[in-house]
């Protein structure tokens, strides 16, 4: 009797075995990435999420003496003394309108930040890694910082990469 019980059991675990889809196989399981969605004017931009450090209200300013017009000002951020720029304006592509859609992306680069003023936050996307490809053509004043674009069915993004500009010799001589 126990044994016909036992026979039964691994019958039917035998059939549902059999008819089980399984576990997916480690390269058929898709790649993500995350990263920030904002708009500059009209145009759709993304960032990887590691390179964002925070995102908030344009905070109070107080501004510089002789700085270029893209030149906001300085911020107290929670102690630190952060510039902001207007990211538009610093392209060369118009100023940012400040309404209550605009927002500051702070990223940072080894041991200060800097603010960026965008015109929206568009919140997190989340990309499968093969969706990234090389930019067709440059975009003018951003050929340095924008080399690739991530396709999505209905849009497609510029990728900015906040490190390289962080780096750029453009952003480090700024009040020169």
């Known amino acids: 009797m126990a044994n ?5 059991l691994r019958s039917l675990e035998e059939l549902a075995a059999s008819r089980a889809a399984g576990l ?3 390269d058929e399981v898709a790649r993500h990435w995350t990263a920030l969605a904002y708009r500059l004017g009209e145009q759709s931009f993304v ?4 390179q964002v450090t925070e995102i908030l209200p344009l905070p109070s300013l107080t501004r510089l003496p002789l700085a270029k017009p893209w030149v906001l000002g300085v911020a107290n951020l929670r102690g630190e003394l952060t510039p902001v ?11 940012v309108n ?7 992306l702070v ?3 080894d041991t200060w930040a800097l603010g960026l003023l965008v015109s929206e936050s568009l919140g997190l996307r989340h990309f499968q890694v093969e969706a990234r490809r090389s930019l067709g053509r ?14 999505e069915p209905w849009r497609s993004w510029y990728i900015l990469d906040l490190r390289r500009l962080l780096q750029s010799s453009d952003i480090l001589h700024s009040s020169l």
């Not at 016909?4 to 039964?8: D, P, Q, V």
């Not at 400040?98 to 500051?104: E, F, G, K, T, W």
């Open 24 to 26: 997916p196989r480690r």
């Open 138 to 151: 440059p975009l003018e004043g951003l050929e340095d910082y924008v080399t690739e674009e991530v396709a």
């Open 85 to 95: 720029f207007d990211l538009r304006g610093f392209f060369g592509h118009g100023m």
């Open 98 to 104: 400040q309404d209550s859609r605009a927002r500051v």
């Open 47 to 50: 960032s990887p999420l590691e």
């Open 4 to 8: 016909l019980a036992f026979s039964r």
């Open 107 to 109: 990223a940072r680069h």
